[in-house]
């Protein structure tokens, strides 16, 4: 039977007396001794007692004294952090004695500190891939502070249900003082919103935040809160600075029926766009950048006859700024495309048979079966993925004849990668879509495009061609029938400079893109599908009416504003609530039915809420009293839909048997021995590099890294991961690629043959 809380209580508990504590010696710490230290020798400190692994105790005199002495103290602190290596001076004094190599480790990294409801984590300093304002200000770098709020567990969101949490974290938002320093708000970006992040500043008589944000840009006619934290948002998103332009026009936007056709796209010119390409060592062919220019957001696609650097257009331009650096978010390229549920559930709805998905999930399940035995069906999933570059080497060792078993960095690889394939595919029904590709939209500019027609050209290593026929086009998130458009691919000379990309059109009563899901042209990523067995019987259900609702205008906007703001959308977000409602609504009425087409609208509202801030509010009827098998969630019944289908149907990920390797002889090279110490210390920085990354995205292992395999339920969140930990490794491994190639090519060889032997002989074990 079961037992009322208060009857446990009062007969286990309430008669026990309270044991007494003496919290004298706790009192009678000195914690003046830490206010000695340097700031990164303080901030080393805090995060070993956050971590546990320094006692209060060792606050003393003697730690001081000793972390004073040691001029690369924060740096053995941090490698005991990241070793998990409890504090003692005599592990203090043999860590310093290993490490012999910190060059310039804290370089372009920034401290971070976790607040959940009951404490404060300091984490490892961590490598950013870098913003227009900590590039600005990159000789205050010890003044920034990133500050992520998280549950205890450390995922992210606990609070929307205690008004108290709240509290603490707007408190903490507003300032917070560590030891001394105090920080206040400066800013986030809209995924640093997503993920309950934001950047902090430590003020002094040269920086303060407010200075920074007045240098930034002129915010003045922004009369609405979260529309000012979006623009002002510009400034915090992670790009690449690459080059600076002097001759600007701006073009007027193409406009019809209130819409706006040219929303978020400009124009570029050639030597531009060839300038970028150098600046980022783009070797293959690209058309379009996604871009922040001064006050400006969208992309620029490619004129060959633009005689200016680059053309905006008022839908572009979203403050006021005198920067003149072109910084790039993202460039077009051709992205391998997967289904997931949303656009099975759709296309099922629309009458695309069931078998079709349940075919290629089939064939998806062989492969992965047999990815770690078989190189063929394993060079078969690695293709699927191998426009994730991170992915390329494997492909190539494979491709030159290198068995799986053979050498470990391609097993753990494989490895990895069928985790993370075989997790997805259950749970998410992510099949590899044929015939497919995940493109950048753009305009055609020259209007040989009519109404209903794309022009897609795909240069992806040997292939080169041009689509022609029906192809579906759609965007995630995509939960209304309309959202998957049928449209004709079509080949237009005038076009042909556009690779990679969707080219819609500029006729028509209303944009192509603002069908799908309510999108425009400054950067979205468009599923697009030239594969037959993909169209719909139903095509091109009439679309939903994406109009944005009115704003909250407010004519003088405070930082206190913004705070509130985000606090508020902390509490309120509830996009992924939605889309969850809308899958099990849509399992046992189908997509048609009015409950899901009201879920539709209010995912609308819900995506749009950090620019309108305008909350999505989802009737109570509408949250599913029990859920398909495949959701995984209690009160749950067998799903008769095709997810139900898809979901039994997958293959569990199978227990992986334990693959021993050795040192393969044959990349021993004779003569390696005089490189040894070059090889440490390139070792050395690259090991603690990797592990820093590891550490604070909650990735496991290195293969995990590179595979994209990340351990969070949320899926935006695991996008911007893996796009922002594939930035930092290029950058780390650009770091140890131009370390190498300062040697001459005949001794080339002999260098990596060292790096080789000391990565698969060292105990930490970092091979790649």
Do not use: H
């Given at each position: 039977q079961p037992v009322k809380f208060s009857e446990f209580f009062e007969e286990n508990c309430s008669k026990r007396?309270?044991?007494?504590?003496?919290?004298?010696?706790?009192?009678?710490?000195?914690?003046?001794?830490?206010?000695?230290?340097?700031?990164?020798?303080?901030?080393?400190?805090l995060c070993m007692l956050t971590h546990k692994l320094m006692k209060l105790e060792d606050i003393n005199q003697e730690t001081t004294a000793l972390l004073l002495s040691e001029p690369n103290a924060s740096c053995v602190l941090d490698e005991m952090l990241q070793s998990n290596k409890e504090f003692t001076q005599q592990s203090f004094q043999e860590i310093k004695n290993r490490q012999r190599y910190v060059d310039d480790y804290y370089k372009d990294k920034y401290r971070k500190v976790v607040l959940t409801s009951s404490s404060l984590v300091f984490k490892s300093p961590y490598l950013d891939s870098g913003n227009r304002i900590t590039r600005n200000y990159k000789g205050f770098k010890n003044h920034f502070m990133r500050l992520n709020m998280s549950d205890e567990n450390l995922e992210r969101a606990i609070w929307s249900n205690s008004s108290e949490i709240l509290q603490r974290f707007k408190k903490y938002l507003k300032c917070f003082d560590v030891f001394g320093t105090s920080f206040e708000f400066l800013g986030f970006s809209s995924s640093q919103m997503r993920g309950h992040s934001c950047w902090m500043l430590s003020s002094d008589h040269s920086v303060s935040a407010e200075s920074i944000r007045l240098k930034a840009g002129n915010f003045s006619e922004i009369k609405n809160v979260s529309k000012f934290a979006a623009r002002l948002g510009l400034c915090f998103t992670s790009t690449v600075k690459a080059t600076e332009v002097e001759s600007i026009v701006e073009e007027p936007d193409i406009t019809r029926n209130n819409y706006v056709f040219s929303d978020g796209i400009g124009k570029i010119s050639e030597r531009v766009l060839n300038r970028i390409k150098a600046s980022m060592n783009l070797e293959k062919e690209v058309c379009a950048f996604q871009i922040r220019f001064g006050g400006c957001k969208g992309v620029v696609a490619l004129d060959p006859s633009l005689k200016s650097d680059i053309a905006i257009r008022p839908s572009m331009t979203k403050f006021k700024s005198e920067d003149r650096a072109i910084e790039v978010c993202n460039s077009a390229n051709y992205n391998k495309a997967f289904l997931n549920r949303q656009i099975i559930l759709l296309l099922s709805g629309l009458e695309v048979d069931d078998t079709v998905f349940l075919e290629l999930q089939q064939r998806m399940d062989n492969s992965l079966q047999s990815c770690l035995s078989d190189e063929t069906k394993a060079l078969e999933i690695l293709e699927n993925y191998s426009t994730q570059h991170k992915l390329e080497p494997v492909v190539e060792l494979l491709k030159k004849g290198f068995r799986l078993r053979q050498e470990e960095f391609v097993y753990r690889t494989m490895e990895s990668l069928y985790k993370r394939c075989s997790q997805e595919l259950r749970e998410k029904a992510h099949i590899f879509a044929p015939e497919s590709g995940l493109l950048m939209g753009v305009l055609d500019e020259y209007g040989v495009l009519e109404y209903g027609e794309v022009f897609v050209r795909i240069a992806h290593k040997e292939e080169n061609r041009i689509i022609q026929g029906k192809v579906i086009v759609t965007k995630n998130p995509c939960l209304h029938p309309g959202d998957i458009r049928v449209l004709e691919a079509v080949d237009r000379p005038e076009l042909h400079h556009l690779v990679n990309v969707v080219v819609f059109p500029q006729k028509g009563e209303r944009p192509h893109p603002d069908e799908i899901s309510g999108s425009d042209l400054d950067g979205d990523l468009y599923f697009v599908s030239w594969n037959p067995g993909f169209l719909p019987r139903i095509e091109n259900y009439p679309p939903m009416d994406y109009a944005a609702e009115p704003e909250k205008k407010k004519e003088s906007i405070s930082i206190e504003d913004v705070i509130d703001f985000f606090a508020d959308y902390m509490e309120n977000e509830n996009l992924g609530v939605i889309c969850n409602a809308h899958l099990a609504n849509a399992d046992q009425k189908g997509v048609f039915h009015s409950d899901c087409l009201e879920l539709a609208k209010l995912s609308s509202v819900s995506v749009d809420y950090p620019k309108t801030g305008v909350k999505a509010v989802m009737r109570p009827e509408l949250k599913p009293k029990e859920y398909?098998?495949?959701?995984?969630?209690?009160?749950?019944?067998?799903?008769?839909?095709?997810?139900?289908?898809l979901f039994r149907e997958a293959s569990q990920a199978n227990p992986l048997g334990e693959v021993n390797f050795s040192v393969n002889q044959e990349f021993l090279v004779e003569g390696r021995e005089k490189y040894r110490a070059m090889s440490e210390r390139l070792y050395n920085?690259?090991?603690?590099?990797?592990?820093?990354?590891?550490?604070?995205?909650?990735?496991?292992?290195?293969?995990?890294?590179?595979?994209g395999y990340v351990n969070t339920s949320k899926e935006t969140w695991k996008y911007e991961v893996r796009e922002k930990t594939g930035r930092l490794l290029s950058k780390i491994k650009n770091k140890v690629k131009w370390e190498v190639s300062k040697v001459s090519e005949e001794e080339r060889k002999k260098l990596v043959s060292a790096m080789y032997e000391l990565a698969y002989t060292e105990k930490t074990r970092f091979i790649s």
């Open positions: 007396p309270l044991e007494e504590v003496d919290f004298k010696e706790f009192r009678e710490l000195d914690f003046s001794e830490l206010r000695k230290l340097n700031w990164d020798k303080k901030y080393a400190v398909p098998d495949f959701m995984q969630k209690a009160n749950s019944y067998s799903s008769e839909g095709i997810l139900g289908k920085n690259y090991s603690k590099e990797i592990r820093n990354i590891l550490t604070n995205f909650n990735i496991e292992s290195e293969f995990d890294l590179f595979t």
